[in-house]
């Protein structure tokens, strides 16, 4: 516990940096101290000693006897994240992840040989499925006034700020930070310029005549363009959009544990499944954008450049396969109706 303590005050000051040279992000700094919780709960609870030992310096017994303990740590633990606080595999494994980057920070800056014990930490994952708007309710959102006038005055700028996220494909953090300064008019045309306060990606979109419309109607503002929000507010707030607009059809929600899916519910007693309003959040913005403008043919290099993905990004190509999806169900209703009039032809 006392190295964990070191490394995670070293990333808060700053003195251990990721591979690209840039400071750790204090979101991933959360995590480790999470994990460091974590691993001080499952020590008390299970009765197990945390340790570590220098690999170079144990005889061929003591190595084997550290390989069974690093052996049951993984077993004993990930059963601790799974059974005693109920993880799904994407928790698991991203403490298990974290645990591994520390480990390499032992070997390689630290100079403590612990032995290659950590790469049998098992990565668990799941894809979680993407919620997006089709185009056909963005579109009401954005047009249809007699939907926005029903909605109170503090609802109508959430609306706004979730429909110009929807437009631009910038994550929350870096939508509620947006100025009047990132704003660029060129031969009557604007455009929206920013970086990526996760990735340091710089993007470059131009605006529609709608999203120009919603910018107007808070141009006197002068430090952000939208009024300051916290994620979880927005989060509620676009819910109660949702479900006003009548988006309540029940969608299935499962999570993977230890690669078994579960049904998880909106009540559990009663087994009611969420809807899709319960579903919507600030990353559907996000989601919503990248997915609308791949259907609409805007080519990969051109959503890539506007999303700020990298070259072969993974995360990206989810998107990709999700649109893909989409046009698979329209051109099974093309083939249909070619089958529907092959049928006839027959017939005649």
């Not at 040279?21 to 609870?45: C, D, E, M, P, W």
């Not at 992840?97 to 668990?124: C, D, P, S, V, W």
């Not at 996220?165 to 704003?183: E, H, I, W, Y």
């Not at 969608?251 to 230890?258: E, F, L, P, S």
Request: aromatic share 12%; charged share 25%.
């Amino acid at each position: 516990m006392p190295l964990l303590e070191k490394f995670i005050s070293e990333l808060q000051k700053g003195n251990h940096l990721q591979k690209n040279g840039k400071v750790i992000r204090n979101a991933s700094i959360k995590n480790y101290l999470n994990l460091q919780n974590h691993l001080q709960t499952y020590s008390q609870t299970r009765g197990l000693v945390l340790r570590i030992c220098d690999h170079d310096k144990l005889n061929t017994r003591e190595q084997r006897s550290e390989k069974n303990y690093w052996k049951r740590f993984y077993l004993t633990f990930t059963d601790y994240l799974f059974n005693d606080i109920g993880s799904y595999d994407n928790h698991a494994g991203s403490m298990m992840k974290l645990l591994r980057a520390f480990f390499n920070y032992l070997n390689n800056e630290f100079i403590i040989a612990t032995g290659l014990y950590h790469n049998r930490f098992y990565i668990t994952q799941q894809d979680i499925p993407v919620i997006v708007l089709y185009p056909e309710r963005l579109n009401f959102l954005i047009h249809n006034k007699e939907f926005e006038n029903s909605l109170p005055k503090y609802l109508k700028a959430h609306k706004d700020m979730f429909v110009f996220g929807c437009t631009t494909a910038l994550r929350f953090s870096d939508l509620v930070k947006l100025q009047p300064t990132n704003l660029e008019t060129i031969n009557g045309n604007v455009y929206l310029c920013s970086t990526s306060q996760k990735t340091g990606m710089i993007s470059r979109v131009y605006l529609p005549q709608y999203a120009k419309d919603i910018l107007s109607k808070y141009k006197r503002r002068k430090r952000s363009l939208f009024k300051p929000i916290s994620k979880t507010n927005f989060n509620i707030a676009i819910k109660k959009i949702a479900f006003l607009a009548g988006w309540t059809e029940p969608m299935i929600k499962t999570r993977n544990k230890r690669g078994e899916s579960e049904n998880l519910y909106r009540d559990a007693a009663k087994q009611e499944h969420y809807r899709f309003c319960d579903l919507v959040s600030s990353h559907t913005m996000r989601r919503t954008a990248i997915t609308t403008l791949l259907r609409m043919g805007l080519n990969e290099i051109n959503v890539r450049i506007i999303s700020g993905h990298r070259a072969n990004s993974p995360s990206f190509y989810r998107y990709v396969n999700y649109s893909d999806s989409f046009m698979n169900e329209e051109l099974d209703k093309v083939y249909s109706k070619m089958d529907a009039l092959a049928e006839k032809y027959k017939s005649s």
